[in-house]
């Protein structure tokens, strides 16, 4: 095969290329090194690291004496095992066997009921169990939903929106935890 006349021309200067890209890959040589700053600066923690040895060496023993463990746990251990359990327990009997111990997990209790109606005499929280409530336009709520349905609805149903919505708006559970019917029937 015959060589071109300019392919030993083309791979010399793709070396050289290649070597002015990597050369910032590589340490410079000693004689090429920048020359070392002649202003001194402080450096805190370099100062603070050196002199930590000298400060355990000045330090007395960390560890506690014999005669302090022993008096300590004189007192810590009667207190951490037996007195704080003891008033702990004792605070939570007496509050269990409070008429207001948990009332906020009993409906229908009277300070829940208190509570709640504070709360939804403020402006802010007025209307928060209407399900509607907040909406810009009920009726194009409904409109939406009514088309959503249509599209939806398996074959042969007669169910509609409006039916729907009236019979879920009349809707007694007695279950639900607020319904104070379902509480009288439980018996709390």
């Known amino acids: 095969m015959a060589r071109r006349p300019g392919c030993p021309l083309l791979s010399v200067v793709g070396v050289c ?33 050196a002199a930590l040895p000298v400060l355990t060496l000045l330090a007395e023993d960390v ?41 906020q997990f009993r409906a229908g209790h009277p300070r829940g009921m208190r509570e709640e109606k504070e709360l939804y005499s403020n402006p802010l929280y007025a209307g928060r169990k209407n399900p509607m409530e907040g909406l810009v336009n009920k009726d194009d709520f409904e409109k939406g939903l009514d088309e959503a349905w249509e599209r939806a609805k ?13 019979e879920l708006s009349t809707q007694n559970s007695p279950h639900w935890w607020r319904n104070v019917h379902g509480v009288a029937d439980v018996g709390c």
């Open 17 to 49: 290329a290649a070597l002015a890209l990597l050369s910032p890959c590589f340490v410079p040589g000693p004689l090429v090194a920048p020359a070392p700053e002649v202003a001194i600066s402080f450096n805190p923690a370099l100062a603070a690291s």
């Open 63 to 103: 560890e506690a004496k014999y005669g302090d463990s022993r008096r300590w746990s004189a007192v810590l251990v009667p207190l951490t095992t037996l007195v704080i359990p003891a008033v702990a327990m004792g605070i939570f009997t007496i509050y269990v066997s409070s008429d207001d111990a948990f009332y």
């Open 154 to 166: 398996p074959k042969g149903s007669t169910v509609t929106v409006k039916d729907k919505l009236k």
